[in-house]
Antibody, heavy 117, light 108 residues
Framework: QVQLVQSGAEVKKPGSAVKVSCKAS????????ISWVRQAPGQGLEWMGR????????NYAPTFQGRVTITAAKSTNTAYMELSSLRSDDTAVYYC??????????WGQGTLVTVSS | EIVLTQSPGTLSLSPGERATLSCRAS???????LAWYQQKVGQAPRLLIY???SRATGIPDRFSGSGSGTDFTLTISRLEPEDFAVYYC?????????FGQGTKLEMK
């Protein structure tokens, strides 16, 4: 099973941006897609978007369209999620997850992003 | 946009009992691309079932998935203490990978 290791916790001001990384343990980008999912405190899972690294194509949930950018660097097996115009309700744990088209079997450990003035 | 509705919101059962969780889609799902995840407090989700009925690697056979079209079920045949968690369904057959709102399975 692939291991995904995410960057550390972040504290951001409202209106700023955050960029979270997700490094894979092997050369998975030829076979896997990477999704980003967030979970606000005490809430459910919210899918944000995903990228197909081999095609360098990303698609996003309408809720985040225009505010989120998902990229992948195949040379370093690292995916990134950047969320801009942060608000207090963006405070959440952000997960990356990888799969080969049959659900996401590999998950990162999660990155807590706190938005506070 | 597809909406997934899970029921019940909370299910209270005892170890050894059978659990039946429901996930209903607002539109028929492409090729039954429906997954189930388990999430325990403070942990990342874990994939249990994909393709509506196929168990993921390492998942015990007490977990089973069924259904097609718009109605799907996750069944846990005999609850173990470690099965008490929150369960989510997710459709992944179209460009938007929507999650249901979750069912909390709690110990009675």
């Amino acid at each position: 099973q692939v291991q995904l290791v995410q960057s550390g916790a972040e504290v951001k001001k409202p209106g700023s941006a955050v960029k979270v990384s997700c490094k894979a343990s092997g050369d998975i980008f030829t076979s896997h897609t990477i999704s980003w999912v967030r979970q606000a405190p005490g809430q459910g899972l919210e899918w944000m978007g995903r990228i197909i690294p081999t095609l360098n194509v990303a698609n996003y949930a309408p809720t985040f369209q225009g505010r989120v950018t998902i990229t992948a660097a195949k040379s370093t097996n690292t995916a990134y999620m950047e969320l801009s115009s942060l608000r207090s309700d963006d405070t959440a744990v952000y997960y990356c997850a990888g799969g080969v088209g049959f659900g996401d079997e590999s998950w990162g450990q999660g990155t807590l992003v706190t938005v506070s003035s | 946009e597809i909406v997934l509705t899970q029921s019940p919101g909370t299910l209270s059962l005892s170890p050894g009992e059978r659990a039946t969780l429901s996930c209903r889609a607002s539109q028929s799902l492409t090729s039954n691309y429906l997954a189930w995840y388990q999430q325990k407090v403070g942990q990342a989700p874990r994939l249990l079932i994909y393709g509506a009925s196929s168990r993921a690697t390492g998942i015990p056979d007490r977990f089973s998935g069924s259904g097609s079209g718009t109605d799907f079920t996750l069944t846990i045949s005999r609850l173990e203490p470690e099965d008490f968690a929150v369960y989510y369904c997710q459709q992944y057959g179209r460009s938007l990978y929507i999650f249901g709102q979750g069912t909390k399975l709690e110990m009675k």
